[in-house]
């Protein structure tokens, strides 16, 4: 099956508080293409969405379900190798790939859910 990197719009992952704050959540998603992973960090009402892919090695950022930041919620954190990513861009502030950035995934909050856009 092939892994995709974008997905269409509309699709609702769930609500909100399905990722509460300063925590991310992991999405796998099925689609006829193939399959998309990817994630979601909630900073307040905002949520950012990232494919889960590390820009140093292609890699999942996580070796551990959900476990995608450090542990001050700072920065999303690849556990492979450390690299650091800002949340509201994606992009690398240290680490082994500074000035790459993780490969966005358009999501948003409409009505209490977070849905692709």
Request: with cysteine.
């Amino acid at each position: 099956m092939e892994r995709l990197t974008t997905t269409p719009a509309g699709v609702t992952l769930g609500p909100l508080a399905l990722v509460p704050d300063d925590t991310a959540r992991n999405f796998v998603l099925e689609l006829r293409a193939g399959r998309f992973h990817g994630f979601v960090v909630r900073k307040g009402d905002a949520v950012h969405g990232y494919v889960d892919i590390c820009a140093h090695m292609a890699l999942p950022l996580a070796q551990k379900l959900d476990d995608y930041l450090t542990p001050d919620a700072g920065h999303i954190q690849c556990s492979w190798h450390g690299a650091l990513y800002r949340i509201e861009d994606g992009a690398c502030v240290g680490g082994p790939c500074v000035g790459a950035k993780l490969r966005p995934w358009p999501v948003a909050v409409r009505d209490g859910m977070i849905v692709t856009a």
